[in-house]
């Protein structure tokens, strides 16, 4: 029994001692924590340059010819011929396809017959009129010497003015007739589907053998481009930004099939008529842009840049510069706006006055500055890598 109380005794000693190891460690550890020497910090810097501040609106829009020509058809039928086809030079005038003919010719010679009938009608009408005006004037001799009644007199006058309302009826309809057959001859020539314009057919929407049918609205045969060396960007732009863009601003864009190549442009239109997709209003703003090249295909997708504004050779810093402040130093007031700079290894506050940003960089219209001096953006403490960097910035200026 004594035996046992011993060996407990000496298990319960070793715990007290473990535990009071423990206790020392972690007060050692607490001490080391909170006297360690504070980690060095490197400051992130840029300089102060000299360039350009450009404000640029973004977009996205479609290449599309300048202006593009609808062809189509005023009549129906079956297109018998064609001769144009996809990137088919074209010149006013020329033949592009053909709707089979026959149907309106035979109108044609239908109402060329019909004018015709109408004309001999009238010859014969005219002479009727010339026998009624003999016959009449012939009555009236004989009734001045009274070998016929009044009557008689009366009745000559009475065909007389019915041969000269036939005469003037006939005439009418001869008119009628004409304006048929001419009517009939323009159909006939709408079977010959040409070209309004010089230009590039862009599309082709009819084969031989299809009908086409003019019944209702006019089918669109062909699409010709009048030139695809001047090319232009529709370009949607948001609600929120299409007031800052003017008429002649400068522009650039590119293109997926040659995206490291910008293309450079002009605004020429601002259009007024508001689209608005799922909610999102958007204005058409138009670019013009030179395809001397012919690289630039009608429907490419483009991003587009308007510089709405534009600063050249003035004092800029990044904007990070702007929203940095180093640990524990004192906010400017909601008025001021200032950069730290480092000096002698020191960073030192300067208070700017500041013009247009880009996003990227902000115009520096006053303030203690000059072109080579190094702003900071960022600080790093512990070491020089960056993921285990911590930068203090400033937002809401």
């Not at 004037?137 to 009745?155: F, I, K, P, Y």
């Not at 800052?244 to 099939?257: C, W």
Request: with cysteine; glycine share 8%; hydrophobic share 45%.
């Amino acid at each position: 029994m004594a035996a046992s109380n011993s060996l407990g005794s000496g298990r319960g000693a070793r715990w007290l001692a473990l535990g009071g190891a423990l206790a020392l460690v972690a007060a050692v550890a607490a001490v080391w924590w909170w006297t360690r020497p504070e980690a060095p910090v490197r400051y992130v810097t840029a300089p102060v340059s000299r360039g350009t501040v450009a404000r640029t609106v973004v977009a996205t829009g479609t290449v599309n010819p300048v202006l593009t020509v609808i062809v189509g058809s005023y009549v129906s039928g079956v297109i018998q011929s064609e001769s144009c086809d996809f990137n088919t030079r074209v010149k006013k005038g020329q033949l592009c396809a053909k709707i089979d003919p026959r149907p309106y010719q035979t109108i044609v010679d239908e109402n060329t017959a019909q004018l015709a009938v109408a004309r001999a009608q009238l010859a014969k009408d005219q002479a009727s009129l010339d026998y009624a005006r003999i016959n009449a004037a012939r009555v009236s001799g004989l009734r001045g010497r009274g070998v016929v009644s009044q009557d008689t007199v009366d009745l000559a006058n009475s065909a007389l003015a019915q041969a000269a309302a036939q005469v003037q009826l006939d005439k009418a309809t001869v008119q009628e007739r004409d304006a048929a057959l001419e009517a009939a001859k323009v159909n006939l020539g709408y079977t010959n589907i040409v070209s309004p314009v010089d230009g590039t057919v862009v599309s082709r929407n009819v084969t031989i053998g299809q009908t086409v049918a003019a019944s209702f609205q006019t089918p669109t045969l062909f699409l010709i481009a009048t030139d695809l060396t001047r090319m232009q960007v529709d370009a949607n732009v948001t609600e929120s930004d299409i007031a800052a863009v003017q008429v002649g601003d400068p522009a650039s864009f590119t293109v997926e099939a040659f995206s490291g190549r910008p293309f450079p442009g002009k605004v020429v239109q601002v259009r007024q008529a508001p689209q608005s997709v799922q909610n999102v209003v958007t204005y058409d703003v138009v670019v013009s842009v030179d395809n001397k090249d012919l690289l630039l295909k009608p429907g490419m997708t483009a991003t587009v840049g308007i510089v709405t504004a534009e600063r050249t050779g003035v004092l800029r810093v990044p904007d990070q510069a702007l929203r940095f402040s180093p640990a524990g130093a004192p906010q400017p007031n909601a008025a001021g706006r200032q950069v730290w700079v480092l000096r002698d290894g020191r960073p030192v506050a300067v208070a700017v006055r500041t013009g247009l940003d880009d996003d990227t960089n902000t115009e520096i219209v006053a303030g203690a500055l000059k072109p080579g001096d190094r702003v900071i953006v960022g600080e790093q403490r512990g070491g020089s890598n960056p993921a285990s960097s911590t930068a203090r910035l400033r937002f809401g200026l």
